[in-house]
């Protein structure tokens, strides 16, 4: 069982940067990889940016290519993400979930959830 919970959104203005922190529960936190999504009104929840058990691997969608960071600290159960060069499009809620299967694209292949945290870009 993990417990994820996320803090570190907020708002910011067009160009800005935030970092979004997951803290997570339980002894088995290093057995899953994890992943960063975000579900904008309207839209569909999409896989932002993963990351493997020990940090070695990572992925991006294309469109945060360059200007989102994903890492991990497994001593410290946390999972962060950093986001710079923020633009609107980037409004959304962010979710932080845990996976036994490495590039898992779709939501249903997470096994938990944190409750989401509110990142909104100004233009």
């Known amino acids: 069982q993990v417990q994820l919970v996320e803090s570190g959104g907020g708002l910011v203005q067009a160009g800005g940067s935030l970092r979004l922190s997951c803290a997570a529960s339980?002894?088995?936190?290093?057995?899953?990889?994890m992943g960063w999504f975000r579900q904008a009104p309207g839209k569909e929840r999409e896989l932002v940016a993963a990351i493997s058990y020990r940090g070695a691997s990572t992925y991006y969608t294309d469109s945060v290519k360059g200007r989102f960071t994903i890492s991990r600290d497994n001593a410290k159960n946390t999972v962060s993400l950093q986001m710079n060069s923020l633009k609107p499009e980037d409004t959304a809620v962010y979710y932080c979930?845990?996976?036994?299967?490495?590039?898992?694209?779709?939501?249903?292949?997470?096994?938990?959830w944190g409750q989401g945290t509110q990142v909104t870009v100004s233009s």
């Open positions: 979930a845990a996976t036994p299967t490495w590039l898992a694209i779709l939501p249903t292949s997470y096994n938990y």
């Open positions: 339980g002894r088995t936190f290093s057995s899953y990889y």
